[in-house]
């Protein structure tokens, strides 16, 4: 008797090593598996308007990183001396209007140059909700914080959302022919609203990803919403909110995540990477005296895998570990 539903994982064509860089846009998933990649020292750039929800705002922030959009004063938001992007995270916000410009055109150069050279875009939708800036009818990344009297908001239909993303599509397809586009669908839950609107919410967005598939830039779908739904349907694999997948279930999705676009020799190097990179959070207690074995261990470790895997950037690492000495 068979007690447990697999879920069918897909083909990836191409796989992912340190030639190919990687970009993750979208909910706090995309996020966890970013995360995951860079600590084993992966070329991968993670969420650079921070995490944004809905699938709108995931398709401006593309538009924006393909024309190379240069922000002003127009693009800031005002509110009690605090400046603030609404197509932004809410860490994206400042009481200095030129620090806070500053930044968001940093950040806006760093991720144009990134996506042109990408091979791999994974796109997470978190919710099909929106919200609009009443006096302008703009759709916003995030709220932060302000008076809801300020927006509206509205479930977006899977049309809408497709009509929006086979636009930038193309325009990704223009600047970079040779992307690979990866839609999933995050398994957090969002429950503000109640259990039978979340899974509303979440029907249309995994129906959009779904009519996405036939874009000559999307290569396919990675199913994190069902492994997570029907491989762990228990809730020892949600965190102490019961909303958000428990670090046990994320590293259960980023293990098929690996069999699928991982080859054995990447992964291999990307674990002792990990380690060395993991170990940097490892709590010393006492002086040099104690932290030195275990520096000049990890100073040895970064030795032998630089000398196997020479492109691999650890002078961090070795900066961190040297001044425990």
Same mark, same amino acid.
């Given at each position: 008797? %068979?007690? *447990?539903?697999?879920?069918?994982?897909?083909?990836?064509a191409?796989?992912?090593?340190?030639?190919?860089?990687?970009?993750?846009?979208?909910?706090?998933?995309?996020?966890?598996?970013?995360?995951?990649?860079?600590?084993?020292?992966?070329?991968?750039?993670?969420?650079?308007?921070g995490?944004?929800?809905n699938p709108?705002?995931?398709?401006?922030?593309l538009?924006?990183?393909? !024309?190379g959009?240069?922000? !002003?004063?127009n693009? /800031?938001?005002l &509110?009690?001396?605090?400046?603030?992007?609404?197509?932004?995270?809410?860490?994206?916000?400042?009481?200095?209007?030129d620090?806070?410009?500053e930044?968001?055109?940093?950040?806006?150069?760093?991720?144009?140059?990134?996506?042109r050279?990408a091979?791999?875009?994974f796109?997470?939708?978190? !919710?099909?909700?929106?919200?609009?800036?009443?006096?302008?009818?703009?759709?916003? +990344?995030?709220?932060?914080?302000?008076?809801?009297?300020?927006?509206?908001? @509205?479930?977006a239909?899977?049309?809408?959302?497709?009509?929006?993303?086979?636009?930038?599509?193309?325009?990704?397809?223009?600047?970079n022919?040779?992307?690979?586009? *990866?839609?999933?669908v995050?398994?957090?839950?969002?429950l503000?609203?109640?259990?039978?609107?979340?899974?509303l919410?979440?029907?249309?967005?995994?129906?959009?990803?779904?009519?996405?598939?036939?874009?000559?830039?999307?290569?396919?779908?990675?199913?994190?919403?069902?492994?997570?739904?029907?491989?762990l349907?228990?809730?020892?694999y949600?965190?102490?909110?019961?909303? &958000?997948?428990s670090?046990?279930?994320?590293?259960? /999705?980023?293990?098929?995540f690996?069999?699928?676009f /991982?080859p054995?020799?990447?992964?291999?190097?990307?674990? %002792?990477?990990?380690?060395?990179?993991?170990?940097?959070a &490892?709590?010393?207690?006492?002086?040099?005296?104690?932290?030195?074995?275990?520096?000049?261990?990890m100073?040895? @470790?970064?030795?032998?895998?630089?000398?196997? +895997?020479p492109?691999?950037?650890?002078d961090?690492?070795e900066?961190?570990? @040297?001044?425990?000495?």
């Amino acid at each position: 008797m %068979e007690l *447990w539903t697999g879920v069918q994982l897909p083909a990836a064509a191409s796989e992912i090593t340190w030639e190919t860089p990687v970009m993750f846009l979208g909910s706090c998933f995309a996020n966890e598996i970013g995360y995951r990649m860079a600590a084993g020292k992966l070329p991968v750039m993670t969420n650079p308007h921070g995490t944004l929800f809905n699938p709108f705002s995931v398709a401006g922030a593309l538009d924006r990183f393909i !024309t190379g959009h240069v922000y !002003t004063e127009n693009d /800031i938001y005002l &509110h009690q001396g605090r400046y603030m992007s609404l197509d932004h995270h809410t860490a994206f916000s400042s009481y200095e209007r030129d620090v806070l410009i500053e930044r968001l055109n940093g950040v806006s150069r760093t991720a144009s140059a990134f996506i042109r050279n990408a091979s791999f875009l994974f796109v997470t939708f978190g !919710t099909s909700y929106i919200y609009t800036l009443k006096e302008s009818g703009a759709i916003v +990344a995030n709220c932060h914080k302000l008076p809801s009297s300020l927006f509206t908001r @509205r479930q977006a239909a899977f049309t809408g959302i497709v009509s929006r993303w086979k636009e930038t599509l193309d325009r990704l397809h223009e600047v970079n022919p040779g992307l690979k586009v *990866w839609f999933t669908v995050s398994p957090v839950r969002h429950l503000s609203d109640g259990a039978h609107a979340n899974q509303l919410s979440k029907a249309q967005l995994l129906l959009a990803a779904e009519e996405l598939l036939g874009h000559p830039s999307v290569e396919g779908y990675f199913p994190a919403y069902e492994i997570f739904m029907d491989e762990l349907r228990d809730y020892r694999y949600y965190a102490a909110d019961m909303v &958000h997948p428990s670090e046990t279930a994320i590293d259960y /999705i980023w293990e098929k995540f690996c069999t699928i676009f /991982i080859p054995g020799h990447t992964l291999r190097l990307w674990n %002792e990477a990990a380690r060395i990179t993991r170990a940097m959070a &490892h709590r010393i207690t006492g002086g040099k005296p104690e932290s030195a074995p275990f520096a000049n261990a990890m100073l040895e @470790r970064i030795s032998d895998l630089r000398n196997r +895997a020479p492109f691999m950037n650890l002078d961090a690492e070795e900066k961190y570990f @040297r001044a425990l000495l």
